[in-house]
């Protein structure tokens, strides 16, 4: 199944390989996940109400109105402004996820730094110090280095 999740649920659940042996099994995914989704669903007043769809790509089943409904969605969502809000999100989110893969990056090409990460992992997977204190330290001797 492909889920797209936000903190208030899901905008649609596709339960995939809806075909052969496994039809049954797929149809009772779509249940509970429909099921689930009444459960979650959030008292904004977006439009737009997740559901849950099967598919199977052996056959082609499903995948033209899966289809269909994606384009409905971004329709909507171009329409009523939330498509451009959510991508100018997503940049923010995008820009904070490349600082931390680069301070990662940099932390780790660092030899002094690499060397005193090996010795805190040890240190905090004993429980000898806290991830907050290694954490600290790393950052403290990356930047004073």
Request: include cysteine; charged fraction near 25%.
């Amino acid at each position: 199944a492909v889920v797209s999740t936000q903190s208030t649920g899901a905008d649609m659940v596709i339960v995939t390989k809806a075909d052969g042996n496994l039809k049954t099994a797929a149809r009772l995914a779509k249940t509970e996940y429909s099921r689930a989704l009444r459960l979650l669903r959030s008292h904004s007043d977006d439009s737009w109400t997740p559901f849950v769809m099967t598919v199977s790509s052996l056959s082609g089943e499903g995948l033209g109105e899966v289809w269909e409904e994606m384009c409905e969605y971004k329709q909507g969502k171009v329409a009523n402004g939330q498509f451009l809000e959510r991508r100018r999100r997503q940049r923010l989110t995008w820009l904070w996820g490349h600082v931390q893969d680069y301070l990662l990056d940099t932390l780790t090409c660092d030899p002094h730094v690499k060397e005193l990460m090996a010795r805190l992992e040890q240190n905090v997977l004993s429980g000898r110090v806290m991830p907050g204190a290694a954490a600290k330290e790393i950052l403290t001797t990356f930047l004073n280095r």
